[in-house]
């Protein structure tokens, strides 16, 4: 959908956010299709991890004698890699061990925001800063962004892409400060996942009371980010 992907004018934008004020089912249809692009974006990596594995079994299975013990290696880590991908990895960590950043590396992800489309139209601006992201040319992707007129550049989604490009650039103070935007405005697809990244921002600058802030509001509602902010507030009290 346009909305999504940031791609409508002002005046569509406006008459558009005034109908979500009304339309629960509109709403709920958007909420679907953020969902959809989550799980495609995932499955991709899933698709990618998978042949990953393949690679290191027919590697491992070569009849060589000498290779049981890195046989036992390479699967080892193979497994420990499904686990930290599967977001449910089961450390135990020491009180003294639980840093900020420890704890920021096992909860980051960088953001999918789905597939980009090209080489079937002329790349309007948005969609060029879509592909940089995706591309991980993060760098290029801010500057592209400051190049935006105001009007274009409060897209949520391009917000949201701004704030994530200076969290992969390790601007983490910058990145709050673009994450406020989603604050100031009314409720967005992407308002959830901006406070999820804006509350490991806090954590990773150690900030840890605004960072626990954060992720009670986000585990005090429904939402996709509501059991990880609930496990990771734990473990920031503990």
């Known amino acids: 959908m346009s909305y999504l992907y940031g791609e409508m004018n002002a005046q569509e934008k406006t008459s558009f ?7 629960q089912s509109l709403i709920n249809e958007l909420l679907l299709h953020h969902e ?23 590697d491992i299975a070569e009849p060589r004698k000498n290779k ?17 991908f599967s977001g449910t990895a089961i450390y135990t960590f020491s009180k003294n061990a639980q840093t ?11 953001w999918q925001p789905g597939f980009v489309t090209r080489g079937i139209e002329t790349e309007t601006v948005n969609e060029a800063i879509f592909a940089l992201f ?27 892409i701004h704030g994530c490009s200076l969290m992969e650039l390790g601007k983490f103070n910058e990145a709050i400060k673009v994450f406020n935007y989603f604050e100031s405005q009314d409720y967005t697809i992407y308002t959830e996942t901006a406070l999820w990244y804006k509350a ?7 900030d840890r009371a ?13 939402n996709t980010y509501a059991t990880e902010a609930s496990e990771l507030l734990k473990k920031l009290k503990e």
């Not at 046989?71 to 930290?84: E, R």
């Not at 900020?100 to 960088?110: D, P, R």
């Not at 760098?139 to 105001?150: P, T, W, Y």
């Not at 490991?200 to 150690?206: A, F, K, P, V």
Request: net charge neutral; with cysteine.
């Open 17 to 23: 956010e005034k109908e979500l004020e009304t339309d």
């Open 36 to 58: 959809v692009d989550k799980a495609i974006a995932k499955e991709t990596k899933i698709k990618n991890f998978r042949q990953s594995l393949e690679a290191i079994h027919q």
């Open 68 to 84: 049981i013990v890195n046989l036992q290696n390479k699967w080892y880590w193979a497994a420990a890699s499904i686990t930290v």
């Open 100 to 110: 900020s950043q420890k704890l920021y590396k096992n909860y980051y992800e960088v």
């Open 134 to 160: 995706d591309d991980q040319n993060y760098a290029a992707c801010i500057e592209k962004i400051k190049q935006l007129d105001s009007e274009a550049a409060i897209s949520p989604k391009i917000q949201l």
């Open 200 to 206: 490991l921002s806090y954590l990773r600058n150690d």
């Open 210 to 222: 605004m960072a626990k802030s954060y992720l009670q509001k986000i585990s005090d509602n429904e």
